[in-house]
């Protein structure tokens, strides 16, 4: 891995290896509209997670010499440099998600921690 090597200047564009959620709602627009090649086995597929640092669910780096590299790698290796000088956590802070709602969803609320 190149990683420690690396250094911030040399840090490009990263593309993810995004992740899909077979949910009952899911539609077909992830693979229609936006021409995304999906699991042939799946379902509906009813979320794209196209960056996501959980534990056991981080993205991975599709391109490039740090090709095969966690998101929580290049956290914990960059830091700051990676995630911006208000960094305090030790994942990355967000999750983009692409939702195809192939059906109607009810609306859904996530407060904070001060609000929940």
């Known amino acids: 891995m ?29 693979s229609s509209v ?11 597929i009813g979320e794209a997670w196209d960056i996501c640092d959980r534990p056991g669910l981080e ?9 095969g590299t966690s998101i929580h790698r290049l956290v914990q290796v960059f830091g700051q440099d990676f995630v ?12 983009v998600k692409i939702i195809d709602a192939g059906k109607q969803l009810s609306l859904q609320v996530h407060p904070g921690k001060e609000s929940a």
Do not use: C, H
């Open 2 to 30: 190149a990683t420690q090597q690396m250094e911030r200047e040399e840090l490009y564009p990263l593309l993810f290896e995004p992740f899909y959620k077979e949910v009952l709602w899911g539609g077909t627009k992830l």
């Open 34 to 44: 936006l021409n995304r090649e999906l699991p042939l086995d799946a379902g509906p």
């Open 84 to 95: 911006g000088a208000q960094f305090r956590e030790s994942r990355f802070p967000i999750i």
């Open 59 to 67: 993205s991975t780096v599709i391109n490039g010499p740090l090709a």
